[in-house]
């Protein structure tokens, strides 16, 4: 199984109940986006500011401060990310609360995972236009177009090659690469080099891409990426 994937988009569901919780990151990992969670304001403040999620699910009922709090506290500090509300409140005060603070949309308890999924789909459409092609493995994303590269939060520079190599790797999740068929992908079937330099652009990789390691060594074969 590999372990790369083309990502729809990166989650943050915020919400109390277990239960509940469990069943949206399921299925939304299912439906094909990465998926991170939390159970309070506290943790979803925390996770939205360093987990760079393209929209969080946002429960407005939770235990140490309400969904409208979180948003004032993301927005002021800068913060950006979409906002659907999931609410058992379904009063007119509420949403105009929520959205003028800076929501894109409610979601309302019971409901079904279909709509979930369609109306994250559709927020991430407007807020994405591009609609770019973004491959993972662990937490370390690559987003083909833009070319940005990030580990968790934090942006991995690389270099033309890094990026092409990084690619190939990623595109391969779960198999194992010679360094013969890297050699080629990467630098081109008439590169005239020796394998040599695809030992030390791994060793250049690995360090940019940091702990723990996601491209392993299988002695005798090659490369492999994988969490």
């Not at 500011?49 to 939770?62: E, F, H, I, K, Y």
């Not at 948003?71 to 949403?95: E, F, H, I, M």
């Amino acid at each position: 199984m590999h372990d790369a994937r083309v990502e729809r988009g990166r989650l943050l569901v915020v919400e109390d109940e277990p239960s509940i919780r469990e069943l949206l990151c399921a299925s939304l990992r299912f439906a094909g986006f990465a998926v991170t969670s939390a159970a309070t304001g506290s943790e979803a403040l925390a996770a939205a500011r360093d987990g760079a999620p393209d929209l969080v699910l946002l429960d407005v009922m939770l235990p140490d401060r309400d969904g409208f709090e979180v948003v004032r506290r993301l927005r002021s500090s800068g913060v950006r990310v979409p906002v659907l509300y999931l609410t058992a409140r379904d009063g007119a005060d509420d949403r105009v609360t929520g959205l003028t603070i800076g929501g894109d949309g409610y979601i309302t308890k019971p409901f079904s995972l279909e709509e979930v999924i369609a109306r994250v789909t559709a927020v991430l459409r407007r807020t994405r236009p591009d609609g770019s092609e973004v491959l993972t493995c662990g937490d370390l994303s690559l987003d083909v177009d833009s070319h940005v590269v990030r580990r968790g939060a934090r942006v991995v520079e690389l270099s033309p090659t890094e990026f092409r190599l990084l690619h190939y790797l990623l595109r391969n999740s779960g198999r194992v690469l010679s360094k013969a068929q890297i050699l080629d992908q990467v630098w081109s079937h008439d590169f005239d080099g020796a394998v040599g330099v695809v030992e030390s652009y791994i060793s250049y990789l690995r360090r940019k891409v940091g702990e723990p390691q996601l491209i392993h060594t299988v002695r005798g074969l090659g490369y492999m990426m994988r969490p």
